[in-house]
């Protein structure tokens, strides 16, 4: 199976920073990698999917990077709706997984 | 409007089985390929399984801890997907989640918490 490993566990930020949020692979994905962001007692939202690619009515703010092993997921001025916890997956090959996720909690 | 509804969780003791589903409606259901996934205090959030779409054949995929366990299936006459879990155990206690699914999970239902306890 591909091990996921988020990295931080958690970020502490305020609103207006630009924060960065980083996910490894322990096998190459190519770019098949999405991200999901979760508010508490929701379930997760799809952000971004093939590693760069915006879904449908998510904010411009939220942007995505890599290939391989390496990807980033960037939220280039947070707001206050973006204090949540966020994961990255792999679809690259079967069994599909997650990382364990990074909480963006308020400084 | 993509809309998925899960209902048939709750309290099941260890042993035990139950069947999920999962309503949907605001697509054509019968050309969407469709996945579980669930959301557990031990392990987070996990892939259950997926059936392709019934346009593609309507085969079932799943990871080997749930392999013989757990079973996916759909009625398209009724935009209805299933998910039958048997064997059930502690660690099996959390919210599962219809999804729509084409590698990432696109549209995620409000889920159902299923308490595996005696």
């Known amino acids: 199976d591909i091990r996921m490993t988020q990295s931080p566990s958690t970020l502490s930020a305020s609103v207006g920073d630009r924060v960065t949020l980083s996910c490894r692979a322990s096998q190459s994905l190519v770019r098949w990698l999405a991200w999901y962001q979760q508010q508490p007692g929701k379930a997760p939202r799809l952000l971004i999917y093939?590693?760069?690619t915006l879904e449908s009515g998510v904010p411009s703010r939220f942007s995505g990077s890599g290939s391989g092993t390496e990807f980033t997921l960037t939220i280039s001025s947070l707001q206050p709706d973006d204090f949540a916890t966020y994961y990255c997956?792999?679809?690259?090959?079967?069994?599909?997984?997650f990382g364990q996720g990074t909480k963006v909690e308020i400084k | 409007e993509v809309q998925l509804m899960e209902s048939g969780g709750g309290l099941v003791k260890p042993g035990g089985s139950v069947r999920l589903s999962c309503a949907t409606s605001g697509f054509i259901f019968g050309s969407m390929t469709m996945s579980w996934v669930r959301q557990t205090p031990g392990k987070g959030l996990e892939w259950l399984g997926r059936i392709k779409a019934t346009t593609d054949g309507g085969t079932t995929d799943y990871p080997a801890p749930v392999k013989d366990r757990f079973t996916i299936s759909r009625d398209d006459s009724k935009s209805m997907l299933y998910l039958q879990l048997n064997s059930l155990k502690s660690d099996d206690t959390g919210i599962y989640y219809c999804?729509?699914?084409?590698?990432?999970?696109?549209?995620w239902g409000q889920g159902t918490l299923v308490t595996v306890s005696s």
């Open positions: 999804t729509t699914s084409s590698g990432s999970f696109d549209r």
């Open positions: 997956q792999q679809y690259n090959s079967f069994p599909w997984t």
């Open positions: 093939q590693a760069s």
